[in-house]
């Protein structure tokens, strides 16, 4: 009978994100994702780990045909160290796609108005920020997410920022949007998520519309308790319901009560 997946690997999962007070943090816990199946960490030792997880019938099919396939050079059928292996081509293939082989290569040329970031200069900056988001706190506390992240420009692109390395720097998604909210706005921001969101899904009927204007007025810093009667006002009001107007309303009776 196959082994039962619970395993003791060679290295640690994950580094979670401590919450520093006053700021947004990213996910707090390496065990935890909106939408994913919790997994277990428990240190043993100094270097050893129990790791517990839930898995799927075509997850065990699959990691039963990989003890399978490196039977010669795993004979033991160890699952950590058949799931190391994995891990190891995982993480050098991925490496590639976002650094580069390390090999030099022409660079193109930026087109104007690219916001493609050469990768010769995105493999210096996640050398530089080693891999872990730049954002420090009022205290100079930086956060420790290491997950979720993504090259972003300190001086704004939008405000012609350039892709170079000293102005860009990794964040994690929570210190991007909060960072964006603070040089734009919440409600420029707000607006910018609404119109995404309605090009790409579409029309939507008029009750959509107005609860994701309440929820992207919520995501954005305003409260339920202070949204909600203004999106039921305009509703009332028989306010068209197309998004980006809609919101626009919204945050006009909105930002006065918290200037």
């Known amino acids: 009978m196959p082994p039962r997946i619970q395993a003791l690997g060679t290295s640690p999962s994950g580094n979670g994100n401590a919450a520093h007070p006053g700021t947004p943090s990213g996910p707090s816990s390496p065990n935890f994702r909106s939408g994913a199946e919790p997994f277990r960490l428990e240190p043993l030792s100094a270097e050893r780990y129990r790791i517990e997880f839930s898995a799927s019938t075509e997850f065990r099919a699959k990691l039963e045909q990989a003890r399978e396939l490196v039977s010669h050079s795993v004979p033991s059928g160890d699952i950590a160290l058949v799931l190391e292996r994995a891990l190891d081509e995982l993480i050098a293939r991925e490496l590639k796609r976002r650094t580069g082989a390390g090999k030099p290569r022409k660079r193109r040329e930026l087109q104007p108005g690219s916001r493609h970031v050469p990768v010769d200069v995105e493999r210096l900056v996640r050398e530089r920020d080693g891999s872990q988001c730049t954002f420090h706190d009022a205290e100079g506390r930086r956060c420790t997410e290491r997950r979720f992240l993504t090259i972003e420009h300190r001086d704004p692109f939008a405000r012609g920022g350039p892709p170079t390395v000293e102005n860009l720097c990794l964040w994690c998604s929570s210190h991007n949007a909060y960072t964006a909210r603070q040089v734009f706005g919440a409600a420029f921001i707000a607006k910018k998520r609404a119109a995404r969101s309605e090009a790409k899904q579409g029309p939507a009927s008029q009750s959509d519309v107005f609860d994701k204007v309440l929820g992207a007025l919520c995501h954005n810093g305003f409260t339920k308790r202070e949204a909600k009667p203004v999106v039921d006002a305009l509703r009332q009001e028989g306010a068209a319901p197309e998004l980006v107007p809609?919101?626009?309303?919204?945050?006009?009776?909105?930002?006065?009560?918290?200037a």
């Open 246 to 258: 809609l919101l626009r309303a919204a945050l006009d009776r909105l930002t006065p009560t918290r």
